[in-house]
């Protein structure tokens, strides 16, 4: 494994992975050289905001953080599983069957995996549930389950960077690995995209699942979220150093705000992809056509002719979509030809219209945003993921890196005391890097 790959010399201590197998080898009463490691790296989205989920043309790129999970196949179909951040342990087998979690509550029974109490408990396991849900969705019949202990990248507020997918991946490639399943990037996306949207009644899109399953160290991965074809754009060659680790002009810096709330309990995002549907809806008919209510079976023309047909919330997230898959565009091409300037300047304006169009964001989450804007070096930054919680993301100069960072981290003090003093301040600001795909090391 070169150093530019994720976990590295660099950028992981393989101490931690040490530990894990020697959990994992305690659970299972094994030796530690039978553990397996998935590595799932978290994810940034520098353009492609809000649209996944209407057929929009997204950019995506994994960073060089995220989740670890050791596991051994089970030697039945038990699965145990333990957290590194949450008490308590997950237990179920992969030969009962999975229901999503709204189906189970409407028909007033408990699924077949325990007892309310043991879900209400262990809520950290939903995920491994939904994997194993979307495997049997999948027509798979699954014999072996995985004991396994699983964790994320040490004091990193993980909010907007897309770990639910993350650890959804990271148990299907465990569970798939355990029961000798050959399974494609592509097929685990919809697999990931089941557990999201149908086990846990998340109405978001393809962008996160793909840019973890898809993405190769230092290119920009492009998915039209319609056809579900993608490629990855790579910028221009760069010099490498003598350790054969690419040196690219560009950091990746993550800024926290200290607000945390998951995406399922926050209604704000729902609505929102409500809204533009209803916004489809009424321009598809305009136009006289008949097809699924998402934005991207609209044309562009077709809006403008017909946007004075929609309320003005609606109008606006339609203005949003429109002007955002442009931006996206755009920004594939400044990236090829390296020109981070232009890169820069399509993010700022993509987080602009999130919070004017998509109105997305709070007061803490837009006075970070603005922040970065005014930090030595940055390109051009924008709220990470769903615009809710979590955090920014900036593209920055990479001898400025490190400045910027300071800059940062005291202004929001200044501006959000009370938040900025709850967060880890060795990891309140993250300079990263790009990351590779999930895998099996």
Same mark, same amino acid.
């Given at each position: 494994m070169g150093l530019s790959s994720w976990p590295s010399d660099s950028e992981f201590d393989f101490l931690l992975l040490d530990k894990i197998k020697k959990n994992v080898a305690e659970m299972a009463g094994v030796s530690k050289n039978a553990v397996k490691i998935v590595v799932s790296p978290y994810r940034i989205c520098p353009l492609g905001a809000h649209i996944d989920h209407q057929g929009g043309i997204v950019s995506a790129m994994a960073i060089n953080k995220g989740i670890i999970l050791g596991f051994v196949p089970s030697a039945d179909s038990q699965v145990l599983l333990k957290s590194g951040q949450f008490s308590g342990e997950v237990r179920f087998r992969v030969d009962q069957i999975q229901l999503?979690?709204?189906?189970a509550?409407? &028909?007033?029974?408990?699924?077949?995996?325990?007892?309310? %109490?043991?879900? $209400?408990?262990?809520?950290w396991g939903s995920y491994a549930k939904g994997a194993l849900y979307a495997l049997q969705r999948g027509g798979n019949d699954l014999k072996q389950g995985i004991t396994g202990f699983i964790c994320g990248t040490k004091g990193l507020d993980s909010s907007g960077l897309s770990s639910s997918a993350a650890v959804g991946i990271a148990y299907l490639l465990a569970l798939e690995s355990a029961n000798n399943l050959?399974?494609?990037?592509? $097929? &685990? *996306? $919809?697999? %990931?995209? /089941? *557990?999201? &949207?149908?086990? +846990?009644?998340?109405?978001?899109?393809? /962008? %996160?699942?793909?840019?973890? +399953?898809l993405s190769s160290y230092g290119c920009l991965t492009c998915m039209d979220c319609k056809t579900k074809i993608h490629k990855l754009i790579h910028p221009p060659k760069y010099e490498t150093e003598k350790n054969a680790e690419t040196k690219f002009p560009y950091k990746i810096l993550l800024a926290f705000s200290g607000l945390k709330q998951a995406l399922t309990t926050n209604p704000g995002y729902n609505r929102r992809v409500t809204e533009c549907r209803e916004a489809a809806e009424i321009l598809l008919k305009a136009v006289g056509k008949e097809a699924e209510p998402i934005l991207s079976n609209v044309e562009q023309e077709e809006f403008e002719a017909h946007k004075s047909k929609l309320e003005p919330d609606l109008a606006r997230r339609a203005e949003h979509y429109f002007s955002e898959n442009t931006r996206v565009i755009k920004g594939l091409e400044a990236w090829s030809c390296g020109n981070f300037e232009e890169f820069g300047k399509l993010i700022s304006a993509s987080g602009l219209s999130s919070i004017q169009n998509y109105e997305c964001g709070c007061e803490p989450l837009i006075q970070l945003y603005e922040i970065l804007l005014k930090a030595p070096g940055v390109y051009g930054a924008r709220f990470s993921g769903a615009g809710f919680r979590g955090c920014c993301v900036a593209f920055v100069n990479s001898d400025y890196a490190d400045k910027a960072a300071s800059f940062v981290k005291n202004e929001y003090f200044k501006v959000q005391p009370e938040l900025a003093s709850h967060l880890n301040q060795d990891t309140a600001v993250v300079i990263c890097d790009s990351g590779d795909c999930a895998r099996i090391i």
């Open positions: 999503p979690k709204h189906a509550k409407s &028909n007033g029974k408990t699924q077949e995996n325990g007892s309310s %109490d043991t879900m $209400e408990e262990c809520k050959t399974v494609s990037p592509t $097929e &685990n *996306i $919809e697999y %990931d995209r /089941l *557990i999201e &949207n149908e086990y +846990l009644g998340l109405k978001n899109g393809i /962008l %996160d699942q793909s840019a973890i +399953l």
